[in-house]
């Protein structure tokens, strides 16, 4: 609990030292300072940078969305662009070079691999989480593997949920941050919507269950994390 206490009155001291307001400098060049610690912190990141951490580097009454899209209309041209996804940004490179760089770094690209029955059951994990591992085989009228569920684990698209209220209480699943940054999504409510595809007659249980993948998950298994989908 001190340690804890020490830490968090630290980072106050070190905030404190930081200028973030930048008063001192003219509007025009006061703007480029925060475009420019925004870009480098997004740049620096492995993962997606939120809104939150970004405030920590610019004044109270700046916008992160316009500083957002001045760095976006800069990179216009470029090979790489800033993203939303994951409840963040990052910089991702644009689909055009994607066999640019797939013959550059060859295997030591991050490829994911999945078959048709693991993306059906990740979208059905997407659009109902959480979901049972009995509620998939219900929907599919088979038995969904532990296998098939280990392995969506392992790439890290899915995490097990709350336990639902049900007799012996099983886990449920629900997807993850890198599930959402593999598909380009920036949250769920990105996914198209279920019902009115049912609706437009584009996705029915039908269409699922014989294989009648949306476009947005097709191509699942080839994308890179550093790539930008296609929209």
Not at 155 to 183: D, H, K, M, N
Request: aromatic share 8%; net charge negative.
């Amino acid at each position: 609990m001190a340690e804890t206490t020490r830490r968090r009155r630290g980072r106050t001291e070190e905030d404190g030292l930081f200028d973030r307001e930048l008063d001192h400098l003219p509007p025009e060049a006061r703007w480029r300072e925060w475009m420019n610690r925004v870009e480098a912190t997004i740049f620096a990141a492995s993962e997606p940078v939120g809104r939150e951490t970004l405030t920590r580097i610019v004044g109270k009454s700046c916008s992160i969305d316009l500083l957002i899209d001045d760095i976006r209309e800069e990179l216009r041209g470029r090979p790489y662009d800033l993203v939303a996804v994951a409840g963040g940004w990052k910089h991702l490179t644009r689909p055009a070079y994607a066999d640019a760089i797939r013959t550059a770094v060859g295997g030591n690209e991050r490829k994911v691999d999945l078959t048709q029955s693991e993306v059906l059951v990740l979208m059905c994990i997407a659009y109902f989480q959480p979901i049972t591992r009995a509620e998939l085989s219900s929907f599919f009228g088979k038995e969904i593997s532990r296998d098939l569920i280990g392995n969506l684990r392992s790439f890290g698209f899915i995490a097990s949920g709350p336990r639902a209220p049900q007799p012996g209480a099983p886990y449920t699943y629900v997807t993850t941050q890198a599930f959402l940054l593999e598909f380009a999504l920036e949250t769920l409510r990105d996914l198209p919507d279920f019902e009115a595809l049912e609706d437009a007659g584009l996705l029915s249980k039908e269409k699922l269950l014989a294989g009648d993948i949306m476009p947005r998950f097709a191509g699942g298994g080839d994308l890179g994390a550093g790539t930008i989908m296609d929209e």
